[in-house]
């Protein structure tokens, strides 16, 4: 656990972040925002390969950029990034995502989007070959995004952990499972976990991140139900009260300018 105890003594380090570059003239609420997705594990619930993750990685960021996030803000990570020349993802390290993330936060002025795609325990979720606890993960975003707006996403199972934990007034966080369930599609032929699937299904005509997160949580369901995938995971919600009023007007771009 060496690792651990020296990414928490990095983190208790204050950050001395330069002044923030002034937001791109280009537009959108999201142009100045910095973005990690992240593909934390490349096995299905077998043990056996999987591009699940990958392929959720992948599109999400493109959905994302699509949304109006600018794609020099934004990085992806996998545990096999010399699969994806296409796309050149850095590797999944919590060091190195950690290290970004204060980076783009150096440069941008505007929120945190922080994405995660992987398998879970009641512990945390994985990141290669090591869990993330929710301390660990809240230490990071405290450090980093601090005040500023900020999402996070947690498609794992057990991923309701982490909302007590994260739980602040500027930030919103959608899980894909309570924290005493498992979420569904992680096998070695599935092209996406289910709640990836459907943040991305729902991501096409979303106006804002909370509405995205309620319909990706009615489309969980649904999916569950048609698959008879049980116990329900129950994907879980968390608005801040800070953002509750500001999250609707800061809109996705359009699907006719996508």
């Known amino acids: 656990m060496r690792w651990l105890g020296a990414l928490i003594a990095g983190l208790v380090l204050s950050l001395a972040h330069p002044a923030a570059a002034a937001p791109p003239e280009d537009g959108g609420p ?7 997705v992240v593909a934390g594990d490349w096995h299905a619930h077998s043990g056996g390969p999987s591009e699940a993750f990958d ?3 992948r599109d999400v960021s493109e959905a994302l950029e699509r949304a109006g996030f600018r794609a020099a803000n934004l990085r992806q990570y996998s545990v096999r990034p010399e699969r994806y ?9 919590l060091s190195s995502i950690y290290a970004d993330l204060a980076d783009l936060t150096s440069k941008t002025a505007g929120g945190c989007l922080f994405y995660l795609s992987s398998h879970g325990a009641p512990q945390g979720a994985i990141v290669d070959d090591r869990l993330l606890p929710p301390g660990v993960l809240g230490a990071m975003l405290d450090k980093t995004c601090g005040a500023r707006p900020t999402v996070v996403v947690i498609s794992a199972c057990f991923s309701g952990v982490y909302v007590p934990t ?3 007034s500027n930030r919103m966080i959608l899980t894909a499972a309570r924290p005493d369930r498992t979420s569904f599609g992680c ?20 106006h804002d991140f909370p509405g995205l997160g309620r319909t ?9 139900v048609d698959t ?12 801040g009260g800070a953002l509750k009023p500001v ?5 996705f771009n359009a699907p006719a300018a996508r």
């Open 85 to 93: 020349k296409d796309t050149h993802p850095a590797k999944t390290e």
């Open 216 to 224: 990706v949580q009615a489309c969980v369901a649904k999916k569950e």
């Open 187 to 206: 096998g070695e032929s599935d092209k996406y976990p289910y709640f990836d699937d459907c943040f991305l299904q729902s991501m096409k005509a979303a």
């Open 247 to 251: 999250l609707p007007l800061l809109a």
């Open 55 to 57: 392929n959720a990685r």
């Open 166 to 168: 994260l739980a602040r």
């Open 228 to 239: 008879n995938a049980t116990p329900p995971s129950e994907p879980q919600l968390f608005v």
């Open 30 to 36: 999201f142009q100045d925002w910095a973005a990690v």
